[in-house]
């Protein structure tokens, strides 16, 4: 299984775009999806997560309120929409999903990256 995002691009501040990260070569397991950014420089970090059954969905605080993580069970595919988007959310987006990994649950599976840049 490979996942593949799509959807960045250029957007200027109070923008808004949609990443979609879809599954080939296979399906989605039935564990939790998540997408992360890395900016230039800085660490990877979380950004918002959704339980593959139930669809909880949980969000870094950076985030709250402007982005939306969903998806689609019959397509393999999910979702972040991001809402207002400000400078500091210029990164690289990663879509993962978990795994067993050693006994422990993991993001263990990952997209190429999809990379977001939003102007001031």
């Known amino acids: 299984v490979q996942l593949q995002a799509f959807g960045g691009g250029l957007v200027q501040a109070g923008g808004s775009l949609r990443l979609s990260c879809a599954a080939s070569?296979?399906?989605?397991?039935?564990?939790?999806k998540g997408w992360f950014r890395q900016a230039p420089g800085k660490e990877r970090e979380f950004v918002a997560a959704?339980?593959?059954?139930?669809?909880?969905?949980y969000y870094a605080e950076s985030v709250k309120g402007r982005f939306t993580m969903s998806r689609d069970v019959a397509k393999n595919t999910i979702f972040l929409q991001m809402n207002n988007l400000k400078p500091d959310d210029t990164a690289v987006y990663y879509c993962a999903e978990e795994r067993v990994v050693k006994g422990s649950m993991q993001y263990d599976l990952w997209g190429q990256g999809t990379k977001v840049t939003v102007s001031s």
């Open positions: 959704i339980s593959w059954s139930g669809g909880t969905t």
């Open positions: 070569g296979g399906t989605f397991n039935n564990y939790a």
